[in-house]
């Protein structure tokens, strides 16, 4: 046979491979070689760091040509694939950029990101304690540090950490199921289990009934109040009508700050709902609540503020904002399970969330035999993947948050969050000043400000009175739904040419009684940067906006 030198090519490339890899023996060579593409890609990120609130230039993207992708033949070096990666960036949001205002997506810690890259270097998988250590107490840890931060008994409550805030609400909604139909993790959901929240809660509850395989029809949406808050008379008539039918309820949904307005949901009247129903109709179990919190659950660090001696100096404004939110949020912790986001208003990277149940043991009603899983749990005592809808779960994410909560504690959350209000509330302040505009959710507490603007000349507060009035002002609703898209796409064009501010917009806010959606502008204050310089600057890029519009 003729020699071949495949063996002599293969050694001389793993060479290069392992270079690739963080050694697991110390290594200054390699470490030093981790720690130079890091400050590598970092330099440049921060080159395309050109004032604006994103990074580099907004190039057009080309997923037609993106698709003519091919696996590479060849390996190629470390230094050119780092910045291949940045490049990627190019465009990106600088979500901490005072003039990014779109939506409600933060810059993380550096503490978070740094959580985030230990648990990428070290991969601690949380499906079972084998494989993540102490990161699986870490877990643990987080779970009890939210459970007596929004009122719950540590001892009895758990949790565990899940994709985004869909999961949560996933896994709120599978627990009900649990306890609407028992055994239907094995039988399957055999007759028609109803899912109630309100109509201005996230959409993510058609995901959530659609993939657990309720199906969509068996989603009930109930009025809101004009704060955004779920109705509690609707919600009373429509569980009545669904116990008298003998159909069963798997879960209330109440939302803790919806995405559009931050409306808040009245937890503690939707608990004595429940118990007063079932005590009325003898129900043989108990409908679920499950409070999606994901974006309002820190304000919970309020719930023992002392707002009359309001030892952090806030505003007026800010502090009756804050007081209001926390006479809601002090109910919070009747709920049967939370959602909480940290990539949300916890600042870390995404995805960072935790789903968090009163009753641990509610745990146990989504929990498979151990047997089913031979190659796992020879040793060790936490076995997460038991009851986890995902198998392989990142210790990062844990890691980020944990960081978070350590680094921040109540005080820094107070901060950041009486910060974001306080210029919210300036902006309010400011738009309310004027006559071409009006704040649509002036009863919310919170960081966004949904704002609808009016041509010069225009009474704006009297118009939006009359075009949500009644269906003959329909015309002129549609007239104002079609001005504000209007400014917005102008909006987008100041950003495209440097000039801009990076805000977002609603396309249904409410949905009029008629049928009828109201289009906002939405200004969602996050970044800890933003100030009042930031605020001059929107009303300009309005007020240019409207010139040309």
């Given amino acids: 046979m003729p020699h071949v030198e495949a063996n002599e090519t293969y050694e001389k490339l793993l060479s290069r491979v392992r270079a690739a890899f963080p050694t697991p023996v110390v290594d200054t060579i390699s470490e ?9 890609a970092l330099n440049r990120l921060s080159h395309f760091k050109n004032g604006h609130p994103h990074l580099g230039s907004l190039l057009p993207l080309e997923y037609s040509s993106a698709c003519t992708a091919r696996f590479p033949e060849r390996m190629s070096c470390s230094e050119a694939v780092t910045d291949s990666m940045a490049d990627y960036f190019q465009g990106h949001v600088i979500w901490g950029h005072p003039h990014t205002q779109q939506q409600v997506i933060p810059p993380p810690t550096i503490v978070s990101i740094l959580g985030q890259m230990c648990g990428a270097i070290c991969n601690p998988n949380l499906l079972w ?15 009890g540090m939210c459970a007596a931060l929004v009122g719950y008994d540590g001892a009895l ?83 009545r009508s669904i116990i008298r039918k003998d159909e069963r309820i798997a879960c209330i949904i109440v939302t803790m700050g919806t995405t559009d307005a931050f409306g808040l949901d009245n937890v503690e009247g939707v608990i004595r709902l429940r118990e007063r129903l079932v005590e009325e109709f003898a ?15 820190p304000w919970a660090v309020f719930n023992d503020y002392d707002f009359l ?25 009747l709920a049967d399970s939370i959602g909480i986001d940290f990539h949300k208003t916890g600042y870390t990277p995404i995805a ?14 989504i929990s498979r035999d151990p047997a089913l899983m031979p190659y796992l749990f020879q040793f060790g005592t936490h076995r997460p993947a038991t009851y986890t809808l995902e198998t392989s779960r990142s210790g990062g994410p844990v890691l980020a948050a944990l960081a978070n909560l ?32 009006c704040v649509v959710n002036s009863s919310n507490h919170g960081m966004v400000t949904l704002f609808r603007l009016y041509p010069r000349g225009v009474n704006a507060k009297q118009a ?70 930031a605020i001059d600057f929107l009303l300009a890029c309005l007020d240019r906006a409207q010139a040309e519009a």
């Avoid at 304690?129 to 779970?143: C, G, K, N, P, T």
């Avoid at 129900?283 to 659950?297: E, K, Q, S, T």
Wanted: charged share 20%.
């Fill in 32 to 40: 030093g070689r981790l720690i130079q593409f890091a400050v590598q």
């Fill in 129 to 143: 304690d084998a494989y993540s250590h102490r990161v699986a107490q870490a877990e643990v840890e987080l779970a």
């Fill in 157 to 239: 409550a758990g949790g565990t950490s899940t994709f985004g805030g869909t999961g949560t609400e996933l896994y709120g909604v599978k627990i009900g199921i649990e306890k609407a139909q028992p055994d239907a993790f094995k039988k399957g959901v055999r007759t028609d289990l109803k899912v109630i929240a309100s109509d201005v809660s996230h959409y993510c509850r058609s995901n959530v009934v659609g993939w657990l395989g309720l199906g969509t029809d068996c989603l009930v949406t109930v009025g809101s109040e004009s704060d955004n808050s779920i109705n509690l008379a609707d919600l009373e008539a429509t569980l």
């Fill in 283 to 297: 129900l043989p179990y108990r409908p679920h609540v499950h409070a999606d919190a994901v974006i309002g659950w």
């Fill in 309 to 333: 001696a309001n030892p952090l100096g806030f505003g007026s404004r800010t502090l009756r904002s804050l007081s209001e939110a926390c006479k809601v949020f002090r109910g919070l912790c």
């Fill in 352 to 365: 960072s969330s935790l789903f968090l149940c009163k009753n641990r043991a509610d745990l146990s009603l």
């Fill in 406 to 437: 350590k680094l921040l504690g109540k005080e820094g959350y107070r901060v950041i969050l009486g910060h974001i209000v306080t210029m919210a509330e300036v902006l309010r302040e400011r738009l309310e000043s004027t006559t071409h505009a």
């Fill in 464 to 533: 939006y009175s009359e075009e949500t009035s009644g269906p003959e002002n329909t015309e002129q609703l549609e007239a104002h739904n079609a001005y504000n898209r209007r400014i917005f796409e102008i909006l987008r064009r100041q950003l495209q040419q440097g000039n801009g501010m990076n805000l977002g917009m609603t396309d249904q806010y409410r949905r009029l009684s008629w049928d009828k959606p109201i289009v906002a502008l939405k200004s969602f204050i996050m970044s800890p940067f933003a100030d009042e310089s």
